[in-house]
């Protein structure tokens, strides 16, 4: 089931209720392959981020990536009769090149912004220098759709290499013109003459402070990724900017910003980064902060698909049309409607014991016993590991080595040697284990030292975990009572307060994307509807929000808000007031925030229904394989798997683990070789497509959780079998 809770951790963490009618629930493999989840980050202009070009442009890919040397974008015939003119022409001075511009690319921009558009602005392009052509512009339809025009802004930088500018006039339609020639002219030339290689001309002084760019990593997380680029470039972590973080078991695209750095020097180590590439320079003034995203893009493949009591013997065909007809209504429902914001199970941890129950303990202030709950173990797994049993996978090795180091320490057997093996991924657990042996017996009852020695942002998610499991509850409980139902004492954001409640500070939660959590958002209020405006119509279940609980909200006036007091005050869930959130300690006093009840797409998703046959089949491309296939054009439209423990790959990922050890890598991280999707397996097409899988495509807000939007989908997942 990969990523999916079984029912019952969904039940305990509050997830319950269902939106969405399902003539029948199905189930699936998540992640067979971590490229099956794909994650682009949404621009805060609607814009979708996807690597367009690595480095400098000269290269195809790098660390480990393409097998096969760098090849022309133009098609065949048009290299051919390059090779054939005459050795002379090449002497010849020239004027700035302009590249032709594919099909494939004037039929992209034909479908976002029409015809006419694509063909104006291709001509502009192809006269560049054309006075006559420099005071010209195109200009599109205008649309009210903000993900297109972030789409067309997008392309048109993509498609003509920024040598077009594009701006939305009053009427929100796209005018592209060229741009005057003068600095910000020199900054792209500058740029440009980087894709001359080594021997072209120096680069020209960057217009802005701040080196932006897109950062692409599979099977990496983002802050793995961030120390690899920071050790490379020698500057501190923190020097480099982004939005938010993605998880390490997919491929991700996002934006990202270093002060002070020459688009060689980032291009330049692009083949010593493992699983990361980085491309797309472009200089700006200020750099990308935490929260500066509207949401992220899935692309999701769920493989080997079954529905709820499929008859053995089914014909493919048969099941194909079945999970066609089972999904598409479900889809079209969750358009009109949306479902519940629950707060997703990865909120919540992968411990035996979850991180809202550490937060519980925290804010009942039982600090010993939350100390001992963050350095659980399994007594099991921990003989294994100290009898040397460990597993050759290294995420697993870690996890054996934390209960391993957590039993060293909790029985007293070995705190010296506690400290020294706990793997450097588990933060919060090295803090404690640092801060309670620092000084031998006198530092070991310091259990509040050692809370507040573990990192704010560490620290934090224990808290908000709690508030998460508290929310989750309450609106499984309004919508047990009411449903769609608007009803007296509702509450909804007063109208004054124009900031949307899906960005802010990426900080904790979802292991695919890191979900919000905006402290700056205090100034938003709630208010509560009254009799009246909650019968008047003017108000749908969109538009109502229930507070996390804080000092600084309200609750709701009717019977939710007496839901919260009765299952906060229960033993289990810590005898907490909701109405008495401070604490002796700041850190340690939560404010409170409003979430909206219901959530919704940002954009119109998509899904595919496929037989197969090899679960190691890449269903949905990638950055990388778009970019290989638009180098490879004859290898297009060509499906690909890549198997990772096929002869020379998985060779070479044996032999890369001990340098990531040695280059400070994180441990829980496994390296990974990207392989050519040209080399399709003959066998592959043998076997029998008796395989069903669902491709997902979707955009959601920065609070947003994709397994809770899949759950909708697919119904609840099965309890777990022994």
Request: charged share 30%; proline share 4%; with cysteine.
């Amino acid at each position: 089931m990969g990523d999916r809770a079984s029912a019952s951790r969904m039940r305990a963490l509050g997830i319950t209720q269902s939106t969405t009618p399902l003539a029948s629930a199905w189930t699936g493999d998540l992640r067979v392959r971590f490229t099956d989840f794909q994650v682009n980050e949404i621009s805060e202009d609607g814009s979708v981020v996807h690597l367009s070009k690595i480095g400098l442009g000269e290269e195809t890919s790098s660390n480990q990536i393409a097998a096969n040397p760098p090849v022309k974008e133009e098609v065949k015939e048009e290299s051919k009769a390059q090779e054939e003119k005459p050795a002379q022409d090449s002497e010849k001075p020239k004027a700035e090149t302009v590249p032709d511009v594919s099909a494939e690319d004037v039929a992209i921009l034909s479908s976002l912004a029409g015809e006419q558009f694509a063909k104006d602005v291709v001509e502009m392009f192809q006269n560049a220098n054309d006075e006559a052509f420099q005071k010209k512009t195109a200009t599109a339809e205008p649309t009210d759709d903000r993900s297109k025009r972030g789409q067309i802004h997008q392309e048109v930088r993509r498609i003509f290499n920024s040598r077009i500018d594009t701006n939305t006039d009053a009427s929100g339609a796209i005018v592209a013109s060229i741009p005057k020639r003068g600095a910000k002219r020199r900054a792209r030339v500058g740029r440009d003459n980087n894709n001359a290689g080594g021997s072209g001309p120096r680069e020209e002084k960057p217009s802005g402070d701040y080196l932006h760019f897109t950062l692409y990593k599979e099977n990496r997380d983002t802050l793995d990724a961030v120390n690899q680029i920071s050790r490379m470039l020698r500057v501190k972590p923190q020097a480099i900017g982004y939005a938010g973080t993605k998880d390490r078991r997919a491929s991700t695209a996002q934006r990202c910003s270093v002060r002070h750095m020459r688009q060689r020097a980032l291009a330049g180590i692009n083949g010593k980064l493992r699983g990361v590439e980085t491309g797309d320079y472009e200089y700006k003034q200020r750099p990308i902060h935490l929260g500066e995203l509207r949401g992220n893009e899935f692309a999701i493949t769920i493989k080997n698909c079954t529905m709820a009591g499929e008859a053995p013997g089914t014909s493919i065909a048969e099941r194909l049309e079945k999970m066609r007809g089972n999904i598409e209504p479900a889809m079209d429902h969750l358009i009109k409607h949306g479902w519940i914001n629950y707060f997703g199970h990865q909120r919540f941890g992968t411990h035996e014991i979850g991180t809202h129950e550490i937060g519980k303990l925290i804010l009942g202030e039982k600090y010993q016993e939350a100390v001992d709950s963050l350095l659980s173990y399994d007594p099991e797994i921990a003989d294994k590991a100290e009898k040397g049993e460990l597993p050759e996978e290294a995420s697993k090795r870690d996890e054996y080595l934390r209960h391993q180091a957590c039993m060293l320490f909790r029985t007293g057997k070995d705190y010296n040697r506690a400290e020294k093996i706990i793997p450097r991924r588990f933060g919060a657990e090295t803090s404690v284990l640092r801060h309670l042996n620092r000084s031998g017996i006198q530092s070991r009852k310091d259990v509040v030292g050692a809370l507040i020695h573990i990192t704010r942002g560490l620290r934090t998610m224990y808290l908000h975990a709690y508030q998460s499991h508290v929310w989750n509850h309450v609106a499984s409980r309004r919508w047990e009572l009411y449903g769609e139902k608007v009803v007296k004492g509702d509450l909804i954001i007063v109208e004054a307060e124009q900031k949307p409640l899906i960005s802010g500070q990426d900080d904790d939660g979802d292991d695919i994307v890191n979900v919000i959590d905006n402290e700056d958002d205090g100034n938003t209020r709630a208010r509560a509807l009254t009799e009246e405006e909650a019968a008047s119509g003017r108000y749908t279940i969109r538009d109502i929000v229930l507070p996390s609980p804080g000092y600084e909200v309200i609750y709701p006036d009717n019977e939710i808000g007496a839901f919260y007091a009765e299952f906060m005050g229960r033993e289990e869930n810590g005898k907490l007031d909701p109405h008495q959130m401070r604490r002796m300690r700041r850190e340690w006093s939560l404010p409170g925030r409003y979430r909206k009840l219901m959530n919704g797409f940002l954009a119109q998703p998509s899904f595919e229904v496929k037989a197969y046959a090899d679960d190691m089949e890449q269903m949905h491309p990638t950055d990388l394989d778009l970019l290989r296939l638009k180098k490879a054009p004859n290898e297009n439209g060509k499906r690909h798997r890549d198997d990772q423990d096929d002869g020379p790959a998985s060779k070479k990922q044996k032999d890369d683990s001990k340098d990531a050890s040695e280059n400070g890598a994180e441990a829980g991280a496994e390296d990974i070789t990207m392989e050519d999707p040209s080399e399709e397996k003959p066998a592959l097409q043998e076997q029998a497509q008796d395989k069903i899988a669902v491709v997902v495509k979707f955009q959601l807000g920065s609070s947003a959780y994709a397994t809770v939007t899949l759950r909708e989908l697919m119904g609840d997942p099965p309890e777990e079998t022994n």
